[in-house]
C-alpha cells in the first residue's frame, strides 16, 4: 500500500514537472499564433493602406501596413494587433477608424504578417519603437498620436506610450499581465517563475500620462471583463487624465466593433482632443 501510494505521488510529481517544463520552454506557441502573410492590401477591404519596411534596433527588416490621415495635422492611431492572425483580418476594425478620417498605422511584428524573426515582449517593443520612429521622421509626434493595443497588443500599446508619449491610448480586450492570466489559467504553478513575456498592464498603466479608453465585451472568455476594471481604477489611482471603461454587454474578445466601438472610439477621441486643445 505505501509502495502503491509513493508510486502515484512519483508519478503526479513527473507529470507536475514535465507540464511545468513544457509550460517554460514552449510558451511562446501559447501566446504568440502568426497567420498566414496577408496579400497586399490592394487585394484587401484595406486597399487604402500600403506597405512600409522599417528597420528595428536589432536589424530587422519588418513590414507595416499605413494610411495617413485625411486631413494635415490628423490623428494617426498607432494599432498593436492581437496575438493571432494577420493585418487582413483587422479589416473590419481599421476600415472603420480609417473612415472616421483617422491615419492608421498597423505595426508590423517580427514573425507576424509574412515578417522576419521571433515573436517576444521584448522585440514587439522594438517593432513599435521602429513604427513611432518613421511617424518622428514624418513629422508625426506624440501629441498627434494614439496607441490602440488589441488583445497582447496592449502590452506594448501601453509601454511605448508610457515611454515615448501618446495623445490617447485605447485598449481592446486588454488583460493586466499574462502573470495574472497565467495564475487563472494554471493555478498550480508558480506562473511568476515561469512567464518569460509577462506583458505586465497594470504596472504600465500607472504611469500612464495620457487619456485612456479601456474597451471589453461581458461576454469575453478569453480574457475575464473584471481586468479591463481593474486597468482603469488603477489608472484612475494614479491620476490618469481622462479614463473611461466601456463594456459592450453583448461583446466577446473580438467582435466589439460590430457592436459599436467606433462610435465610442470616436467619442473618446472628440473629447480628449477638444479638452486639449481647450
Known amino acids: 500500500m505505501v509502495n502503491a501510494i509513493a508510486g502515484l505521488m512519483g508519478v503526479t510529481v513527473a507529470v507536475y514537472v514535465i507540464v511545468g517544463g513544457w509550460l517554460y520552454l514552449f510558451q511562446e506557441r501559447l501566446l504568440f499564433q502568426p497567420g498566414p502573410p496577408p496579400p497586399p492590401p490592394g487585394e484587401t477591404a484595406l486597399a487604402a493602406m500600403r506597405p512600409l519596411t522599417l528597420t528595428t534596433a536589432d536589424g530587422l527588416r519588418v513590414t507595416s501596413w499605413y494610411a495617413p490621415p485625411a486631413v494635415d495635422g490628423g490623428l494617426v492611431v498607432v494599432y498593436f494587433?492581437?496575438?493571432?492572425?494577420?493585418?487582413?483580418?483587422?479589416?473590419?476594425?481599421?476600415?472603420?477608424?480609417?473612415?472616421?478620417?483617422?491615419?492608421?498605422?498597423?505595426?508590423?511584428?517580427?514573425?507576424?504578417?509574412?515578417?522576419?524573426?521571433?515573436?517576444?515582449?521584448?522585440?514587439?517593443?522594438?517593432?513599435?519603437?521602429?513604427?513611432?520612429?518613421?511617424?518622428?521622421?514624418?513629422g508625426i509626434g506624440a501629441a498627434r498620436r494614439v496607441h490602440y493595443g488589441e488583445s497582447i497588443g496592449s502590452g506594448t500599446a501601453l509601454p511605448l506610450a508610457v515611454e515615448r508619449g501618446a495623445a490617447a491610448v485605447i485598449l481592446e480586450g486588454a488583460f493586466t499581465s499574462i502573470v495574472e492570466m497565467a495564475r487563472r489559467q494554471y493555478p498550480i504553478y508558480p506562473a511568476g517563475w515561469l512567464v518569460r513575456h509577462p506583458f505586465d498592464n497594470l504596472a504600465a498603466v500607472r504611469d500612464l500620462a495620457a487619456p485612456l479608453l479601456v474597451m471589453h465585451g461581458a461576454g469575453d472568455d478569453l480574457v475575464p471583463p473584471d481586468m479591463a476594471q481593474r486597468l482603469a481604477d488603477a489608472a484612475r489611482a494614479a491620476g490618469v487624465p481622462a479614463v473611461e471603461a466601456a463594456i459592450f454587454p453583448q461583446g466577446n474578445h473580438v467582435d466589439l466593433f460590430d457592436h459599436g466601438a467606433a462610435g465610442r472610439v470616436r467619442a473618446f477621441l472628440t473629447r480628449v482632443t477638444t479638452s486639449e486643445s481647450g
Open 81 to 138: 494587433h492581437g496575438n493571432a492572425g494577420n493585418f487582413a483580418g483587422r479589416a473590419v476594425k481599421v476600415g472603420q477608424l480609417l473612415d472616421q478620417g483617422l491615419g492608421v498605422l498597423l505595426v508590423g511584428y517580427r514573425g507576424y504578417n509574412g515578417n522576419p524573426g521571433t515573436p517576444s515582449q521584448a522585440g514587439f517593443r522594438d517593432d513599435g519603437r521602429a513604427a513611432l520612429d518613421f511617424l518622428d521622421g514624418a
